[in-house]
């Protein structure tokens, strides 16, 4: 994901066991369409509150184009972007993947009450699946080359229709990644731009 990372010293949101003490808290969720409050915890992405690029990307992002389909959400944390696409689209699958087991473990949590929706280490997702939407908050602070070789990873994944909804602060490379990903051959539009936050919707 691309907002600060959680401040606890010695861990970061991307390990895959943090060693950060557990310390459970509450945040809400408010968006137009869905107010719900979510488990959190230290030592997952943006633990005490929504994340700035994450409110963008769900209060602005596209409408989905798959609602019956396999939705992603790629670096879920507790699962913010994967509540909310299970809440708009109830028929549709919704996976969140993390490499944090303590964020994984919320995300579930926080999906407890839907039965299409769930989330996996990212080592546990089933590979066989063809994936029609991606939406993700990416975890920028991985490096670049991490990075591209994640976005490359579940390019892959996409089903010959399907696309990858991102949102990127703009001084964190959202336009130098946009223009990586054009590179690649990948058909990459900037969507919208708000307080330095770009949302890239990316084609197969």
């Known amino acids: 994901m691309t ?37 959190t915890d230290r030592g997952v992405f943006s633990g005490t509150r929504i994340d700035a690029g994450t409110k963008i990307l769900l209060q602005e992002g ?14 879920c944390g507790y699962g913010p972007i994967a509540r909310t696409l299970i809440h708009r689209a109830p028929t549709a699958t919704v996976i ?69 909804v991102l949102v990127v602060q703009k001084h964190l490379g959202s336009d130098s990644l946009q223009r990586w990903m054009q590179a690649e051959g990948w058909p990459a539009t900037r969507l919208f731009t708000r307080a330095s936050y770009r949302i890239l919707e990316v084609r197969k």
């Open 96 to 164: 969140g993947v993390d490499v944090n087991e303590r964020a994984v473990a919320l995300a579930n949590t926080n999906l407890a009450d839907f039965s299409s929706a769930s989330a996996v280490l990212a080592d546990d997702f089933d590979t066989s699946l063809a994936v029609d939407e991606v939406w993700s908050n990416p975890p920028i602070r991985v490096g670049k080359q991490a990075l591209h070789e994640l976005l490359t990873l579940w390019h892959d994944r996409l089903k010959p229709s399907g696309r990858m």
């Open 3 to 39: 907002g600060d990372p959680q401040s606890n010293v010695g861990s970061h949101y991307f390990d895959g066991s943090p060693a950060t003490p557990s310390q459970q808290q509450a945040v809400s969720l408010v968006l137009p369409d869905l107010t719900t409050d979510l488990v």
């Open 62 to 75: 596209p409408p989905l184009e798959a609602p019956t389909g396999l939705l992603v959400d790629v670096g």
